[in-house]
């Protein structure tokens, strides 16, 4: 390990609203990144595109600017919140360098854009990033980065005993 | 890492005949294995199924016991092949404690299964393990290991460049 040990490594992890992303951060802050390396963390949230939202039968609305303003309004609330309880989780590691980006868009293009812009040495995600009904359409947003970004990717899910105590 | 390192973690990794599940081996060990920890790496090769050969458009073809012996001698040098080498980049980490295991059946069930009954820390494979056809019609192994196995799953690429140059 000798080699990243002196350049250090950038490794991107994707999170969201959902539990299973900080349990994956987490377990990777705990068993992926080394203490006292020059190990970077570079997190990532995908803001949801906003300027159209489709509903179940297809139907596509549009919205009007004042909405538009007040769910961009929300969707960056809701970045920042995922952003600060991402950096709180880091902070209990306090050698490891944080990076945070915010990217609008598709969970998966964002992800996938980001990992090959960055160069990054690692990718790691939980494996939850749709819902339900997203998902079985779509297939999961972490199988797609498997398949899709060059660099090693890490899928993590948050054992059951666990998601069922929060 | 205090609590991993220790009583160490044990690291399932899946290797088959082809290169790419020898990066993800490799990477493994430069870059998750803790080097004087106790973390023990378990190399793990899936014999494919020896009964039951079917061809592209569905026949079944049984084999006479002459044929399938042959064909079971093959198997195995085929799997002590693989795991020497395994075994042989494992030895350049001489403070990895290494276990070696070889099953019979479907690559998917059988690191699955193996997953679960060791209670592994951690899966690591190559995100190859079908041929090209095989792949698209049953999806990717390390695609149905990252959905159905209850660990982190780690899938290594390798890169286009290492791919070329070997």
């Known amino acids: 390990m000798a080699e990243d040990e002196s350049k250090g490594r ?21 068993n992926i990144t080394i203490q006292n390396s020059k190990d970077t963390v570079v997190l990532l949230y995908a803001k949801p595109p906003l300027a159209v939202y489709s509903g179940l039968d297809g139907t596509v609305y549009l919205f009007s600017s004042n909405i538009m303003l007040s769910m961009e309004s929300y969707r960056n609330a809701v970045a920042e919140g995922v952003m600060q309880k991402a950096k709180n989780l880091c902070s209990q590691h306090s050698d490891i360098e944080v990076e945070a980006m915010i990217e609008s868009g598709d969970a998966r293009d964002v992800i996938c854009g980001a990992a090959e812009k960055l160069g990054v040495d690692m990718l790691v995600m ?34 059951k005993s666990t998601a069922e105590n929060k």
Chains 1, 2 share one sequence.
């Open 126 to 159: 939980g494996s939850h990033g749709y819902g339900l009904i997203k998902r079985a359409f779509l297939g999961s947003v972490s199988n797609h980065c498997a398949q899709n970004v060059k660099c090693p990717v890490l899928i993590v899910k948050r054992p």
């Open 10 to 30: 950038k490794i991107l992890v994707a999170v969201d609203e959902g539990e299973e992303s900080m349990y994956a951060l987490s377990w990777c802050l705990s």
